[in-house]
């Protein structure tokens, strides 16, 4: 489960074996979100994240989706 960056308590993440579209995983604890990058950053679905976390993940998937990109294709 490779690590991307963590920020603000949220880790971004993708599993080994993850597939297209591509997409991150964010966590906190317990919580989590997927979000694909890819056709459009869009939240596939949250499971308990709260408003103000998923707001910040959204962002920082967008101001950092070419760090993102790179590692995707690094570990897939």
């Known amino acids: 489960m490779p690590t991307i960056f963590i920020a603000y308590g949220l880790r971004f993440f993708f599993y080994a074996d993850d597939h297209e579209p591509m997409h991150v995983h964010v ?3 317990d919580d ?6 890819v056709p459009h950053l869009r939240v596939v679905y949250n499971k308990g994240l709260k408003a103000g976390d998923l707001r910040r993940a959204i962002e920082l998937v967008s101001e950092r989706s070419e760090e993102i990109v790179k590692a995707w294709h690094q570990y897939h």
């Open 27 to 29: 966590a906190r604890g």
């Open 32 to 37: 989590h979100a997927k979000i694909e990058l």
